[in-house]
């Protein structure tokens, strides 16, 4: 008998050192020492971001309310990524006062732009900086810097800027294509619209290669109809798809007031993807040229023709070493319409514009086959295309 209250003694004197014991770790021990493990897509464990390592944009962007749908989530996610992207853009003129002769600074206007690469180079309309004599590019940290003009495209309606700022403030803005978009697509449009910044607009592509004037007179073509709200100070800014890829850059509106009426126009990616680099590197897309002036659409229909009539031919250039024949008064007074070209290689050639957009295909150096209607019978002939000066 005494033996078995020996050992419920001894066994209860073991269980109070045992739960003592425990309660003393506790004490000592911090809580949460092991790392805390989240589920990834593949529902593998990864440790937990801890507090320190979280990105910066964590703190910034607010919490999405719950009762958001899928849809509003993804555009919202969408316009957070795209904003740092996007630029608002100023210009201003000098004036010399004419009694003081003191130098003033006069605001010109404003638009918006975006961020093409890390290099600190900035893409917006040629109609957005057109005449100013200053730029300056706000981020969408609210920093401003002083732009230098890099290269222009009148033509295209297109600019590059390039401003000093440094490369963890540039986020370049994920490039997409354009010959593959369908009307009814989704898109999206950021920009400063009335000086507005980080202003966003929806809306579907409503039309696809539609033809608009740039700011030289030639046409533009293949540019993208939205009925995505575009309005003064929008011109310059990105035109994106739902993954917030690069479709077009916003440039022109249609509307009596000024103000949106539901049809914008965007110049496709895939026009501004190949004049960029150009602009970069040259300043001016390096077009080929024939050596030829010709007469202006309204001559040509006044006149009844279909094609571009040669008016002149430049000297020494490929149009007289392959003997094209220029307009020119002969000795009576009368005018001699010179050749008209209606096709280069396998491209019909019905009115001037259509030669400008024919020859981008081309390189200086390239050798083509022009065929011109001279004295009422066509006429094949090779040139070397020559550098548009």
């Not at 001894?10 to 805390?36: C, D, H, R, V, Y």
């Not at 917006?124 to 706000?138: E, P, S």
């Not at 354009?178 to 592509?205: C, E, H, K, M, R």
């Amino acid at each position: 008998m005494k033996s078995i209250f020996r050992f419920l003694f001894w066994a209860l004197i073991l269980g109070i050192g045992f739960f003592a014991g425990t309660a003393w770790q506790s004490k000592t021990t911090p809580p949460n020492t092991a790392p805390q493990v989240a589920a990834d897509a593949d529902g593998k464990g990864q440790p937990a971001t801890s507090e320190k390592e979280k990105p910066a944009s964590a703190y910034n962007a607010p919490p999405m309310p719950p009762a958001l749908n899928v849809q509003e989530k993804a555009v919202i996610r969408l316009f957070e990524s795209a904003t740092p992207s996007v630029a608002y853009i100023t210009t201003s003129r000098f004036r010399q006062d004419y009694w003081s002769r003191n130098v003033m600074e006069i605001p010109q206007g404003s638009g918006s732009g975006f961020v093409w690469s890390k290099e600190g180079y900035v893409i917006t309309n040629f109609h957005v900086i057109k005449g100013a004599d200053k730029a300056k590019v706000t981020l969408s940290d609210q920093s401003t810097w002083d732009a230098t003009l890099v290269g222009a495209a009148p033509e295209k309606d297109l600019a590059v800027l390039k401003i000093d700022a440094p490369r963890r403030a540039l986020k370049p803005i994920p490039v997409g294509q354009s010959y593959n978009l369908l009307v009814g697509q989704s898109v999206y449009a950021i920009g400063n619209p009335f000086g507005l910044d980080q202003t966003l607009t929806t809306g579907i592509i409503s039309a696809l290669g539609r033809e608009i004037q740039s700011v030289s007179g030639t046409p533009i073509r293949d540019v993208i109809q939205t009925d995505a709200a575009i309005n003064p100070g929008n011109s310059g800014g990105p035109l994106l798809n739902s993954s917030g890829q690069l479709i077009g850059v916003n440039t022109a509106i249609y509307s009596p007031s000024g103000a949106s009426a539901g049809i914008g126009f965007s110049i496709p990616v895939d026009v501004v993807s190949w004049v960029v680099p150009e602009l970069i590197e040259h300043g001016r897309i390096m077009r080929p040229s024939l050596g030829i002036e010709i007469a202006t659409a309204k001559t040509t229909e006044r006149l009844g023709l279909n094609g571009a009539l040669i008016i002149e031919i430049i000297k020494g250039g490929a149009a007289e070493k392959a003997g094209l024949q220029p307009t020119y008064r002969d000795r009576t007074g009368h005018i001699r319409l010179g050749d008209t070209i209606v096709a280069i290689n396998d491209d019909e050639v019905k009115v001037g514009g259509d030669l400008i957009l024919i020859l981008e295909k081309y390189k200086p150096g390239d050798r083509v086959k022009v065929k011109v209607l001279r004295n009422d019978e066509e006429v094949d002939v090779e040139l070397v295309l020559d550098e548009a000066r």
